[in-house]
């Protein structure tokens, strides 16, 4: 039974969705938490009504950035996670914390990586005229939004497109492929060759 913790910042419509689907598809894993850096994050109620365990690591109750990450990943080791999801976690996070979860650290990113990294990743896309948009599910590394890639999504970009038309096509493309990586990780499928992620066929 593989046990995982994830992080959120804010209402965890990617966090809603994974929870959804370990349960439908009974998933041999654990939810074990969801811990946000923010106390009013909408997303904490969801997870403690579904019975999973929902804390508050306030990155503003921290004098800098790597206290916070130390107190955070106390906290999350306190669950002895085999796998830490990001989904919506709104931090950048420090070199020792990647490396303490290496391997075992799964983001989303809204984009089809390695074009437009960092934040309004829509704005980035609309500006630069691209025909194709999406998300990506990646190992975390210490270079932000980069690592190795484990699935991705696209989505056509179309003439009449506004940052929210095109955010929320996308969205229902990560709510996807976020707990398919997840479950191909749960069910030992991922592994990484060479920068690369490899995915073994089902036994």
Not at 47 to 76: M, T
Not at 150 to 166: I, K
């Amino acid at each position: 039974m593989r046990r995982i913790v994830i992080l959120i910042s804010g209402r965890g419509s990617n966090m809603r969705a994974i929870i959804r689907a370990a349960q439908n598809e009974e998933w041999p894993a654990q939810i074990a938490a969801v811990i946000s850096n923010k106390a009013d994050a909408s997303g904490l109620a969801y997870a403690a009504e579904h019975g999973i365990p929902a804390l508050v690591v306030a990155n503003k109750d921290y004098p800098s950035r790597e206290a916070f990450d130390a107190a955070l990943q106390s906290k999350i080791d306190s669950f002895v996670p085999d796998l830490v999801v990001l989904a919506g976690f709104m931090r950048v996070l420090t070199t020792p914390f990647v490396a303490h979860y290496a391997g075992r650290m799964l983001n989303i990113h809204p984009s089809l990586l390695p074009s437009f990294v960092g934040l309004a990743t829509h704005r980035q896309a609309l500006a630069a005229g691209v025909k194709l948009h999406g998300a990506t599910v990646h190992f975390v590394t210490a270079e932000l939004d980069h690592g190795p890639i484990v699935a991705q999504a696209a989505v056509p970009v179309e003439a009449d497109d506004t940052e929210a038309t095109l955010a929320a096509r996308v969205l229902e493309q990560e709510h996807i492929i976020y707990p398919r990586a997840i479950r191909w990780f749960v069910d030992g499928r991922l592994s990484v060759q060479d920068g690369m992620v490899r995915i073994s066929q089902e036994a």
